[in-house]
């Protein structure tokens, strides 16, 4: 069974670009959890959907983060314009239910210049 | 709200010997609590859970935990560390009626050395 997987696996941009990050959870997990660990402190959670629902966005930081899950797969977390302090890396997980453990991804670190 | 306190940064350890990596926690339900691996350029590998029930769980990779109600604590063990055990562990919690986003620590290096 394929784990969850993220891409792009890194992404260096400018301040002020656009990054979209793109997440493939578990097959036939419809819980699907963005998380983000900045400048080495602890892993903070930013929303959680289930399917194409967005159940909890209570850790968005600020409306330059915008996430989608169309039709209940895949997701992508979009960063528009990007801040220096969005720097990170960037979990992905996934679950079959709210009260089984999440699977993680192996993130996507960025990089904001 | 929630936390989780991981008080070592850094936890050394000579192989074979046994490993402790500590994990204190807040939450104002009964809690869910997970241990989770970061190996070097890997995401997070979920190690093992307690939920309820018998308060040692055993995980994957020789790895076990106690869950102790009255110092609110969920220690990570394990009796014989490998070199190969070298990795960053995150302690989680959520609250188990609560929303289902874990609240982690800051992570404890483990490191093993020869």
């Known amino acids: 069974e394929a784990g969850v997987t993220q891409f792009p696996s890194h992404s260096v941009i400018e301040k002020g670009q656009t990054v979209t990050l793109r997440c493939d959870p578990i097959?036939?997990?419809?819980?699907l959890y963005w998380y983000r660990r900045v400048m080495g402190k602890e892993i903070k959670f930013l929303l959680h959907?289930?399917?194409?629902?967005?159940?909890?966005e209570s850790g968005m930081p600020n409306n330059r983060f915008l996430a989608e899950r169309t039709g209940g797969t895949y997701s992508t977390l979009k960063v528009q314009p990007a801040e220096l302090e969005d720097s990170g890396v960037y979990f992905c997980?996934?679950?079959?239910?709210?009260?089984?453990?999440?699977?993680f991804g192996p993130g996507t670190r960025l990089t904001v210049t | 709200a929630q936390s989780v306190a991981q008080p070592e940064d850094q936890v050394n350890v000579a192989e074979g010997n046994p490993l402790t990596v500590k994990c204190t926690y807040s939450?104002?339900?009964?809690?869910?609590l997970f241990w989770y691996v970061q190996y070097p350029n890997r995401g997070l590998q979920f190690l093992l859970k307690?939920?309820?029930?018998?308060?040692l769980v055993k995980g994957s990779y020789g790895f076990e935990a106690e869950f102790n109600k009255s110092q609110t604590s969920f220690h990570l063990k394990k009796p014989s560390a490998l070199v190969s055990d070298s990795a960053l562990y995150f302690c989680?919690?959520?609250?188990?009626?609560?929303?289902?986003?874990?609240?982690f620590g800051t992570g404890t290096r483990l490191q093993v050395t020869l």
């Open positions: 097959s036939g997990h419809d819980n």
């Open positions: 939450v104002s339900g009964n809690p869910y």
């Open positions: 959907f289930v399917k194409e629902s967005k159940q909890d």
């Open positions: 997980a996934s679950s079959q239910g709210l009260h089984y453990e999440q699977y």
């Open positions: 989680a919690v959520r609250d188990m009626w609560g929303a289902s986003k874990l609240t």
């Open positions: 307690y939920i309820t029930g018998d308060n």
